[in-house]
């Protein structure tokens, strides 16, 4: 090799180098842009079933399949926000009208009532939990700049909400819109494995995501009879809040539970804590563990076996190690990731003897 061709293939590399560098520079600055095709994405492939169905079973024209999808989706997001707009009303107005010394009393009367019938030492308590310390650093004149911070992201998510739906619609409308991005960026010699690797991964991730609404679903209705059972305000809407962390894995069932055991004794501050807060407080949890039994027992085995198509000891492995990771987000997206991981080993790696071993149930 002489000079010239070494010169030449620096400088190729250099060249290369920058053409990535700006790429990635590229990517970053337009992160909203990407995170809204990602999301747009995910609603595609729990809405992708709807809209064949729709166009298959009905014989509708794609645009008009497409667009009843979206209306579907929308009132999907819509009978959400109505059951959290007027808590949020009820919640400002109380904000407005808050009274801080009847607060305080109110929860040290809880602490109190706590301590007695667990017979805890008071001065050892009152030293761990104090509710001067509590207020004491709590500057209340920052809740209208909070109102503020509130009113500036809900003009984002307006702005959000369109894009995403704009995107959303050219994805369920062009079901091979996403295919033509990808394969557009690859090599034609590897042309066909990448297309057979993205339709297997849009199968098998649209039944999944379907998998976890039915998961949260069922957790739903379980939360709601046992809160409602009770008498907890707002029964359905913890009961959704509860259901939703729950999938975030082991980690959001231990939210929910802290959150569930606070908010249903938050609704009965002022009556009897051994006859009324502790008794309903106890069947309340009793209820969410059973819940989580159902969970663990039924919805994610079957989940994981008939979705995504991993053993459960495997999904385990990979959930603790994105958390481990990379935290929440990564266990949020642990099995999405690992799933498209998988096809594109079974495409590419299909003699490996590991990837061999992991995909023999595709």
């Known amino acids: ?71 579907i989706l929308l009132g999907f997001l819509i009978s959400l926000f109505s059951l959290f707009l007027p808590l949020l009303i009820q919640q400002g107005e109380n904000l ?40 004491q650093n709590v500057n209340f004149g920052l809740l209208p ?66 998998g976890l609404l039915l998961q949260i679903s069922i957790l739903l209705v379980i939360y709601s009879i046992v809160l409602g059972i009770f008498n907890v305000e707002n029964a359905f809407i913890i009961a959704f809040l509860c259901a939703l962390l729950n999938l975030i894995p082991y980690l959001g069932p231990i939210v929910g539970a802290v959150l569930m055991t606070l908010l249903t004794m938050s609704s009965f501050i002022g009556a009897d804590f051994s006859s009324v807060i502790l008794p309903k407080t106890i069947f309340v949890m009793i209820g969410f563990f059973i819940g989580q039994l159902i969970d663990n027992f039924f919805s994610q085995p079957f989940i994981f076996s008939n979705s995504v198509k991993s053993h459960p000891l495997e999904i385990f492995i990979v959930i603790l190690a994105s958390g481990t990771l990379i935290g929440p987000v990564g266990m949020i997206i642990a099995i999405p990731l690992y799933t498209t991981l998988k096809v594109i080993g079974q495409e590419f790696l299909a003699e490996n003897k590991i990837v061999k071993s992991l995909t023999r149930n595709f």
């Open 1 to 71: 090799m002489n000079a010239k061709e070494i010169t030449k293939g620096i400088f190729w590399a250099v060249i290369q180098i920058i053409g990535l560098s700006i790429i990635t520079w590229l990517l970053f600055q337009l992160k909203i842009l990407l995170i809204y095709m990602l999301i747009a994405a995910i609603i595609s492939l729990i809405g992708r079933p709807i809209n064949q169905f729709l166009i298959q079973r009905f014989k509708m024209r794609n645009i008009l399949g497409t667009s009843i999808t979206i209306i």
């Open 96 to 135: 407005s009208l808050l009274e801080v010394d009847l607060l305080k009393g109110n929860i040290e009367t809880l602490v109190e009532e706590i301590s007695v019938y667990f017979q805890l030492d008071n001065s050892f308590w009152q030293q761990q939990i104090s509710v001067e310390n509590l207020f």
């Open 145 to 210: 700049e909070l109102l503020n911070q509130t009113l500036e992201l809900l003009g984002g998510f307006t702005v959000g909400l369109f894009s995403v739906v704009f995107i959303l619609f050219f994805f369920l409308k062009d079901s091979h819109l996403q295919k033509r991005i990808i394969l557009a960026l690859v090599n034609d010699k590897i042309t066909n494995r990448v297309e057979k690797s993205i339709e297997k991964t849009k199968n098998l991730l649209s039944r999944y995501f379907l």
